[in-house]
């Protein structure tokens, strides 16, 4: 696996700038721990050429903006971004851990992040607690293949997560058969 690159922003402060090394040293650890699961073999450029409001598109470009390509083996994370509208801030992204768990996503990784999170910055720990609750009132998310959500649209997907109705039926039946996996 090549390395992961984080990049470490002048403006971060020394708490941030810990747990951002912490965390290019544990998302290889994370495919790691993962092996069974199948990378997607995209990269961003692939990913921008998904049709305009899938998953996909949206998902390159994110990366492109990032300037960023997806990890092999945790690729979904990116889409959880997008999808639940989270910055790449270190604070988003412990905030983001804590939405998952509360949305039911419960892995060595998420708990991890968050327990740390939760030392490293108490500050922010109201955040937290408002994401978790968020999470836990939202749709679970935990047993989606989003790989097999790349050609979906991308509006439809957000509103599903949020128990918004719509009109797509092929959707909602494929999002139930992930639900009872």
């Known amino acids: 696996m090549k390395p992961i ?106 708990l991890g992040t968050a327990v740390f999170a939760g030392m490293m910055l108490p500050d922010q720990w109201g955040y937290f607690r408002r994401q978790f609750a968020r999470g836990r009132t939202a749709r679970s998310i935990a047993k989606w293949n989003f790989k097999e959500l790349l050609n979906e649209n991308f509006a439809d997907l957000k509103k599903i997560i949020n128990h918004q109705p719509v009109n797509n039926p092929d959707l909602l039946e494929k999002l139930a058969k992930f639900d009872k996996i």
């Open 5 to 110: 690159i984080i990049k470490y922003k002048t403006e971060h402060g020394v708490r941030e700038r810990i747990l951002l090394f912490l965390l290019g040293e544990v998302i290889p650890i994370h495919a790691r721990l993962y092996e069974k699961r199948q990378p997607w073999g995209l990269r961003m450029e692939d990913l921008m050429t998904y049709p305009k409001g899938t998953l996909g598109r949206e998902l390159g470009m994110f990366l492109r903006d990032e300037e960023l390509q997806p990890v092999p083996k945790v690729e979904r994370h990116d889409a959880f971004h997008i999808l639940l509208d989270f910055s790449t801030h270190i604070y988003d992204e412990a905030a983001m851990q804590f939405y998952l768990i509360g949305n039911g996503k419960i892995s060595p990784f998420t």
